[in-house]
């Protein structure tokens, strides 16, 4: 069973109007309304993979109740801990060829709704095999929560795929227990060592050089349309993705750490496992909604996919 960690979840509202009349009233009929946050995003992918999920994070309000009965209606196991605060809306309002997002800050955890839920991390570690843990963190969790995480976690010897960014990464890493798997695209690995990197040479000088990366076994760096540069331990491969119709880019970060999580669980292993794990984030692109994958496309995507061994 694969664990996925969203501590900061939301309800996701996305209104599709032709067009936005400020200052005036807008009446929408194409309304969709999904349970959101990263992780959520994660265990969907999971889920239409065939994979077992439990999701966990934080949930409170009416808004938790709606998530609550979304991982229900997927037979995900709920390992979520409530809280006072309410979970938080999300919206995106799609006008003019154009994306308006309003995202609310979500509820402040007490120190007691922390170390509510490290108690029960460490009880439900014991019963997975695999953890991902995506996204912010909520108000009132400390800076080195995830890192709390993953102690626990390597304490039970289980792997773990960590997709944030900015600062909370940083602070991740420079820990002494490091998470099996990150996922920054190009431009947070930039902000991870303060430079820009515009070409593949810039980020494998980043990814050889010594930093806060060592010891992390897999670094995916994704660059979009124009494919990936993953180090898996010494090893250095530059990976091309497949020419497709993108449709919605959103969720194909999520959808990638799915991959890796599902193939991990499936026994795959260096080459095989970039391929499968890149080619989720490709088949994310190709649909209208997010997180979400046609499964008889991946024999296609994953046999499209090509992968050179860089550096050894």
């Given amino acids: 069973m694969i ?7 939301s309800v996701d509202i996305r209104y599709s109007l032709d067009h936005f009349k400020l200052n ?7 309304v969709s309304k999904t349970a959101g946050g990263k992780g959520l995003n994660v265990s969907r992918v999971l889920h239409q993979l065939g994979e077992e999920v439990a999701a966990s994070g934080f949930l409170g309000g009416s808004l938790g109740g709606f998530i609550r009965n979304e991982v229900a209606k997927l037979n995900m196991k709920d390992f979520f801990t409530s809280v006072s605060g309410d ?16 995202l609310e800050g979500g509820p402040v955890i007490s120190s007691k709704e922390e170390s509510d839920f490290l108690q029960a991390f460490s009880n439900y570690v014991k019963e997975v095999d695999i953890i ?3 996204g912010s963190l909520p108000k009132g969790l400390p800076v080195d929560f995830y890192s709390k995480l993953i102690t626990i976690a ?9 997709d944030t960014k900015g600062d909370l990464l940083k602070e991740t890493l420079k820990s002494g227990i490091k998470p099996d798997l990150i996922k920054p695209n190009h431009i947070e690995l930039g902000d991870l060592f303060g430079e820009s990197f515009t070409d593949d040479a810039s980020i494998m000088r980043a990814l050889t050089k010594p930093s806060i990366l060592d010891d992390v076994e897999w670094v995916v760096v994704t660059m979009g349309s124009q494919g990936a540069i993953v180090k898996h331990n010494n090893k250095l491969y530059r990976v091309n993705n ?4 993108a449709k919605n880019p959103v969720g194909s970060g999520d959808s990638v750490i799915a991959g890796f999580a599902a193939g991990l669980s499936q026994g795959l292993t260096d080459e095989a496992l970039i391929k ?5 984030g490709v088949l994310n692109v190709m649909e209208d909604q997010t997180g979400c994958i046609d499964t008889t496309n991946i024999d296609w995507c994953v046999n499209k996919m090509s992968i050179e061994l860089l550096a050894d």
Avoid at 3 to 9: A, E, G
Avoid at 276 to 280: I, R
């Fill in 3 to 9: 664990l996925t960690i969203t501590l900061n979840p």
């Fill in 154 to 162: 390597k304490e039970h010897d289980k792997p773990v795929l960590l």
């Fill in 276 to 280: 499968f794990g890149l080619s989720m």
């Fill in 242 to 245: 497949p020419k497709v119709d």
């Fill in 24 to 30: 005036e009233g807008n009446r929408v009929t194409n």
């Fill in 87 to 102: 979970t938080r809306n999300c919206i995106a309002i799609i006008h003019d060829g154009e994306q308006t997002e309003i």
């Fill in 132 to 134: 991902t843990m995506s």
